[in-house]
């Protein structure tokens, strides 16, 4: 009784340290691994390329997309040192989007049928859709942007996966210009957090 009486007691200051930037890098750095294959074909698809870019689609924007978004939700629910709501929508994409990079990591490495690929991008095509709302009503138009790109992304993949050639060109050039804006984003919220910088950030 004593013990559960001092944690309902113990009280956590808020958090001004949300670490969505690992988040951001973590994808941007899969985007721009991934992109520059399905638009120019560098490197060509073979089983050793295929190894490489799933190994990298699991790491950098699976696990540090997922890792993001476990902090965040149980920084608001079990700690409530997050307060902000916008950071909700953050956590139920990084988390979402993370674990989808497993699965689209470990797919390209074993070859497998990519035409699974159409649901998951109806149902990613709703929830970019929800955060590109969410932000831009919140008034976080620069992470609002980054929800355009990714909205633009599981269209373009839509097709792509069902077959139609120029749409994996299309994605490819959505993958590099939404993963240069990541890197942007990640940028400048590093410099608002750690030097007080007040640039466009997330």
Known sequence: MLHT???TAQTFQI????PVTLGFFGLGTGYLIWGPQE???YPARSPAADRATGWWGVWLPGFCQFVTGVILFVGMTWFQVFKDPLLYMAALAFSAYGIHWF???LNRMQGNEVRTNVGMSVA???ISVLGLVTFFMGGGWPVGLLFVGLTWIYVADFFASAGIAVAGRILGLAH???GVWLMYLTFATTLNIVSGYSLPGG
């Open 124 to 126: 990613y095509t709703i």
């Open 103 to 105: 699965a689209l990591g």
């Open 39 to 41: 638009l120019f074909g």
């Open 5 to 7: 009486a001092l944690l």
């Open 176 to 178: 590099l210009c939404t």
């Open 15 to 18: 958090s001004h340290f949300a």
